[in-house]
């Protein structure tokens, strides 16, 4: 595709409902970053794989985040039993290189309310 | 202390105007400098980033860069109520597989 791409666009959970984030990279992109934009602040860094590797979990905030990219393409971030503090927009960011730069685009995020 | 901070604002200027919009990070180690803009409701857009001590120019904006002070700065001139936006200050550090840590973001209002 001509951008990166997730889904859905916008998600309400039940407090402790499992969700699902899909993100689909840029095609040919061997970095993938997830972000978590709470309202008013800034997007903060939760997980980065270079292909299919989970090189750094360290922004995951608990144990009930969990996130993979088994074919080194396509990205699930899963959430467990939400809280109502995970309500914010969760941004996947994809890049041709083992780092976030010039040529690294965001996805247009899926807005997570938990209520 | 957060790792990037910048002032949230708002910043309102007239149109015409430069809009001047600062953040300091803490992390000596850091290496490159984003600034994103972000629409309400949208992604974060980069549109300009910096290596190197001093300044760089792109049409109407300019990027500063002073690592001695650990301070980075994003100018825009001839402001147009088009760059309504907030502005992200991204930092990437030379340890951490290429992330970015943000600033919370300052919100710009350019009024006609």
């Known amino acids: 595709g001509a951008g990166v791409s997730q889904s859905p666009r916008y998600k309400v959970a039940k407090r402790g409902q499992d969700v699902a984030l899909r993100c689909d990279p840029i095609?040919?992109?061997?970095?993938l970053f997830w972000y978590q934009q709470a309202l008013g602040q800034g997007p903060e860094f939760l997980t980065y794989?270079?292909?299919?590797?989970?090189?750094?979990k360290s922004g995951l905030p608990s144990d009930r985040f969990f996130a993979e990219r088994p074919e080194g393409s396509v990205s699930t971030l899963k959430i467990q039993r939400t809280q109502q503090e995970d309500s914010a927009v969760y941004l996947c960011?994809?890049?041709?290189?083992?780092?976030?730069?010039?040529?690294?685009?965001f996805g247009q995020g899926t807005r997570l309310t938990v209520v | 202390q957060k790792e990037v901070e910048q002032n949230s604002g708002p910043l309102s200027v007239p149109e015409g105007a430069i809009a001047s919009l600062n953040c300091t990070y803490s992390?000596?180690?850091?290496?490159?400098f984003f600034w994103y803009r972000q629409y309400s409701g949208k992604s974060p857009e980069l549109i300009m980033f910096?290596?190197?001590?001093g300044d760089k120019e792109d049409g109407r904006f300019t990027a500063q860069l002073n690592k001695a002070s650990q301070y980075v700065s994003l100018l825009i001139r001839d402001s147009q109520p088009s760059d309504s936006a907030t502005y992200l200050c991204?930092?990437?550090?030379?340890?951490?597989?290429?992330?970015?840590?943000f600033g919370q973001g300052t919100i710009l209002t350019v009024h006609p």
């Open positions: 095609s040919g992109h061997v970095s």
């Open positions: 910096i290596y190197s001590n």
């Open positions: 794989f270079q292909n299919e590797a989970q090189l750094d």
């Open positions: 960011a994809s890049s041709p290189t083992g780092r976030m730069n010039t040529e690294a685009f």
């Open positions: 991204a930092v990437q550090g030379g340890t951490s597989y290429g992330k970015l840590t």
């Open positions: 992390d000596r180690g850091s290496q490159s």
